[in-house]
């Protein structure tokens, strides 16, 4: 069930998400203050190319008051629209009975990305 969940995320746009994301990932690289924002929207590429089987929880060693730091940075440079635009596809998609997995994985896309520091995506 879940490879066929994530065919379909990936025909029906979960390909052009996860290009978007890898493009914008590697454009903060380019600068040296954008690397740590760059390669947290690589890390998020593949969970939007392949999200069905993957489920988000906190790392075991973030601790500190780094990804505190770069989580409000985050949400301040733009991860809140991202996380809002992910909470209003679920919700859409959430309207009909054939689009509730799908909406789930966005409401998943949408925690994780308002706050990506300090999380991890396990299988």
């Known amino acids: 069930m879940k490879i066929l ?10 390909l052009e998400m996860a290009i978007g994301y890898l493009f ?5 690289c380019i600068t040296i203050i954008g690397i740590p924002f760059g390669w947290q929207i690589i890390c998020l590429a593949g969970l939007a190319l392949w999200p069905f089987g ?4 906190d790392k075991e060693s973030a601790s500190g008051c780094f990804p505190l730091l ?7 440079l733009g991860g809140f629209w991202l996380a809002v635009g992910h909470a209003v596809w679920g919700l ?9 997995p799908f909406g789930m994985q966005h409401f998943k896309l949408a925690f994780l990305i308002l706050a990506p520091f300090g999380k991890e995506v396990v299988d």
């Open 5 to 14: 969940g994530n065919i379909i995320w990936l025909i029906f746009g979960g």
């Open 24 to 28: 914008f990932g590697l454009l903060l």
């Open 54 to 57: 993957k489920n988000v929880r």
């Open 70 to 76: 770069m989580n409000v940075l985050w949400i301040l």
């Open 92 to 100: 859409l998609l959430c309207i009909t009975v054939i689009g509730i």
